[in-house]
């Protein structure tokens, strides 16, 4: 009898689902794997929590170092997340006494993949994640396997089902961020520290993980522009939708001859661009190469179905023995990264100015924009409450550094000017 | 050294861009499976025909006898094409001769998928064919492995970039279907003899193995309603049009208890639905399943680019093991059909009906329809040329048994009917 043996580390929604899902298809699996599969052990911190499904006794685990020695068990499952802590021991441990380890922990990933590749190279086993990108999406697989033959150069997309849900309850609603970002809180969508969704942390560890599979190179967990959608208010999702573009939080990586140029944060796209209708929390993944072309990867981006889905994909894909590399190649061979300076970005770019509405702010701003080679396609001034008002334009192609000498100066002019926010605009003709 | 040798039978656009294209990235192939990859033969009906490529002498094979029998080749690619013939021979050869083999064949996996998948076991031999389905987008990876942990419901999508081509240039250029067919025939769009793509043939062999292997059951491969888009006029574009629909052509496949629905025909989509945005040459294919939920895959369906990216990443599959059953499960554990009755199909239903404008067509319609239980949701009558009248109606949900005895009295009636077009309308709530 061929069979698998597994431990999971960690019991919350996740954890508990694919426990379930394993439980429910353990017949499926094995038709489909050739193989059985059992959960050998199942670990978290507090094993007395009522979960409402009865766990046999001799499958609790509390000290869940047993798991990871255990000689019987071939794959750890981890789900308790985080970048370091308890995550980490567990990754790092379970891959040293060569057991094969699934996780669907991004921010772990994105942070230490580079060694834990290297590492699980060493000790002959398997470290998989397809769930800590685009939840139940299998974009890694595709990626790493059903595109193998491309040259990739391109991958962007919507990575975080909270910010969407978010910029697409306040069109919706007509609400600002504040309100919706309570709401998402209440319906469980957003967590009470909203920060890895909001500011763009989130999206930022999911795109290092894709560029890195993509491209072929070592991870860049640190140095590039991660904006989050804080900062938006319902006027520019209006003024967007005026103009024909939607507001989306997207994660982009790019490779530019030896440069990767990859960033995260919001951008006015075209209502007609592929992504521009990807609504709530659904998430999608936009890929280019050479000789496919685009495809388009699209579905729930997170929640405890999808994730589990992903999850057990990966325990399969080990018991079949068909996944040798973390980030599709060895990790020897992934090549050093060289950043593109964002400086030199080349984009269109939304302002809004909610100005005091004092004689000269006009002229402050048109002459600030001159002075720095920065001209205006659009521009719409409206009145704003209390006696503001709000000055929004789009320009024509600039440069990043350019745009940012100009709000470094007027945002110091605090008599002029309440609040600036700067989106990015997505071109078509010229991404 | 670990490598792999394969043989290529067929060298028309696809042939040779696989060739092309494992030449142009056997560094990668190599750095991402660990082996190295040689073409060791290649063979075509015709070697001496230009093609723009100096393959070594030393590859060409003029009988694909010998290369099936080459005991240095663990892997065939057949890229011949046709259900039957040389394509048949030479998988069923191959297999029999212990070749792996990979396919971007549709016909012959459609109609012998399942004899071969049972032959490969008995074999110990992969039979892929990621190209037959969606061109380069890596849907039956994805479904196979990626939703392994899934229990599937419902597929459907755009799978014949022909007929989308077809159908959008009709509504983007306001021109009739035999326009555009001559005008893609010439852009090498569609096929001199277009039957395969635009009578449906094409995606229902595309859906039938998506739904074998998404379902676990036998290859469905005829009993099941197929219907191309020849009937289709610019009339009918834009009175769905102005109803807020557009009219693709479908491939559907549904799990009803121990039923499957499948088809292939026309729908009016409502503008909001998921594919209805899918247009020019692009395939789409949407899966319902739990616990996932929908995803959706995109891209490029058909050319030499994608399909070669398709077939490489077969041969890469072969050469890391990782795929060992052809639909997904062993074939000896696939179900067996029970095909739903399409009778008793629910639906709406779009008809058109091209009148003489004589006294007594419309009380004639009218009355047909409430003698057969049909109540009509939506009604115009608009002058057509010569004389005659265009009468459009969508039908509230309606049993098709119901609809096709309609059609069939009233196509009797030569005197008053020049035309009757009927289409079936995919409604959100009752897909």
């Given at each position: 009898?061929?069979?698998?043996?597994?431990?999971?580390?960690?019991?919350?929604?996740?954890?508990?689902e694919v426990y379930k899902n394993i439980k429910k298809n353990s017949s499926d699996i094995k038709k489909k794997t050739?193989f059985k599969l059992?959960i050998?052990?199942?670990?978290?911190?507090?094993?007395?929590?009522?979960?409402?499904?009865?766990?046999?006794?001799?499958?609790?685990?509390?000290?869940?170092?047993?798991?990871?020695?255990?000689?019987?068990?071939?794959?750890?499952?981890?789900?308790?997340?985080?970048?370091?802590?308890?995550?980490?021991?567990?990754?790092?441990?379970?891959?040293?006494?060569?057991?094969?380890?699934?996780?669907?922990?991004?921010?772990?990933?994105?942070?230490?993949?580079?060694?834990?590749?290297?590492?699980?190279?060493?000790?002959?086993?398997?470290?998989?994640?397809?769930?800590?990108?685009?939840?139940?999406?299998?974009?890694?697989?595709?990626?790493?396997?059903?595109?193998?033959?491309?040259?990739?150069?391109?991958?962007?997309?919507?990575?975080?089902?909270?910010?969407?849900?978010?910029?697409?309850?306040?069109?919706?609603?007509?609400?600002?961020?504040?309100?919706?970002?309570?709401?998402?809180?209440?319906?469980?969508?957003?967590?009470?520290?909203?920060?890895?969704?909001?500011?763009?942390?989130?999206?930022?560890?999911?795109?290092?993980?894709?560029?890195?599979?993509?491209?072929?190179?070592?991870?860049?967990?640190?140095?590039?522009?991660?904006?989050?959608?804080?900062?938006?208010?319902?006027?520019?999702?209006?003024?967007?939708?005026?103009?024909?573009?939607?507001?989306?939080?997207?994660?982009?990586?790019?490779?530019?001859?030896?440069?990767?140029?990859?960033?995260?944060?919001?951008?006015?796209?075209?209502?007609?661009?592929?992504?521009?209708?990807?609504?709530?929390?659904?998430?999608?993944?936009?890929?280019?190469?050479?000789?496919?072309?685009?495809?388009?990867?699209?579905?729930?981006?997170?929640?405890?179905g999808?994730?589990s889905s992903?999850v057990i994909s990966?325990i399969t894909?080990?018991?079949?023995?068909?996944?040798?590399?973390?980030?599709?190649?060895?990790?020897?061979?992934?090549?050093?990264?060289?950043?593109?300076?964002?400086?030199?970005?080349?984009?269109?770019?939304?302002?809004?100015?909610?100005?005091?509405?004092?004689?000269?702010?006009?002229?402050?701003?048109?002459?600030?924009?001159?002075?720095?080679?920065?001209?205006?396609?659009?521009?719409?001034?409206?009145?704003?409450?209390?006696?503001?008002?709000?000055?929004?334009?789009?320009?024509?192609?600039?440069?990043?550094?350019?745009?940012?000498?100009?709000?470094?100066?007027?945002?110091?002019?605090?008599?002029?000017?309440?609040?600036?926010?700067?989106?990015?605009?997505?071109?078509?003709?010229?991404?």
């Amino acid at each position: 009898m061929r069979e698998f043996n597994i431990g999971i580390i960690g019991l919350g929604n996740i954890g508990l689902e694919v426990y379930k899902n394993i439980k429910k298809n353990s017949s499926d699996i094995k038709k489909k794997t050739g193989f059985k599969l059992n959960i050998l052990k199942v670990s978290a911190k507090n094993l007395r929590k009522k979960r409402g499904i009865k766990i046999p006794n001799k499958l609790l685990e509390k000290n869940y170092l047993e798991i990871i020695k255990n000689p019987k068990i071939n794959i750890v499952v981890e789900l308790i997340g985080g970048a370091d802590g308890i995550a980490k021991k567990v990754v790092f441990d379970s891959i040293k006494n060569k057991k094969h380890v699934v996780t669907a922990n991004k921010a772990l990933i994105a942070k230490h993949g580079d060694q834990l590749s290297i590492l699980a190279e060493k000790n002959g086993v398997n470290l998989l994640f397809e769930a800590a990108v685009g939840g139940g999406i299998p974009i890694i697989r595709s990626i790493k396997q059903g595109l193998i033959a491309n040259k990739l150069h391109h991958i962007y997309g919507i990575l975080n089902g909270t910010t969407n849900y978010i910029l697409t309850e306040m069109e919706k609603r007509n609400l600002n961020f504040k309100d919706v970002l309570k709401d998402a809180q209440k319906l469980g969508y957003a967590e009470a520290n909203p920060t890895a969704d909001v500011d763009g942390h989130d999206a930022a560890a999911k795109i290092s993980i894709l560029s890195s599979i993509g491209f072929g190179t070592k991870i860049i967990n640190n140095g590039f522009l991660v904006e989050g959608i804080r900062k938006i208010e319902i006027e520019d999702i209006k003024f967007a939708k005026d103009l024909g573009y939607k507001i989306k939080l997207l994660a982009i990586s790019e490779r530019l001859g030896k440069y990767i140029k990859q960033r995260v944060h919001p951008c006015l796209i075209p209502i007609n661009l592929d992504v521009a209708n990807i609504d709530n929390v659904t998430n999608a993944i936009v890929v280019d190469g050479n000789p496919i072309g685009r495809t388009i990867y699209e579905g729930p981006g997170a929640g405890k179905g999808p994730t589990s889905s992903a999850v057990i994909s990966d325990i399969t894909s080990i018991m079949l023995g068909n996944d040798e590399f973390s980030f599709g190649l060895s990790p020897s061979a992934k090549k050093n990264v060289h950043l593109f300076n964002f400086n030199n970005h080349i984009s269109k770019y939304y302002i809004r100015f909610l100005t005091k509405d004092v004689p000269g702010v006009l002229s402050t701003i048109t002459s600030n924009l001159a002075k720095n080679k920065i001209s205006v396609a659009n521009l719409i001034q409206e009145p704003s409450n209390n006696g503001n008002a709000n000055v929004m334009l789009i320009t024509h192609f600039s440069k990043e550094s350019n745009i940012q000498r100009v709000l470094k100066n007027l945002n110091k002019q605090k008599k002029l000017f309440k609040k600036i926010v700067m989106i990015r605009v997505r071109d078509l003709k010229k991404l």
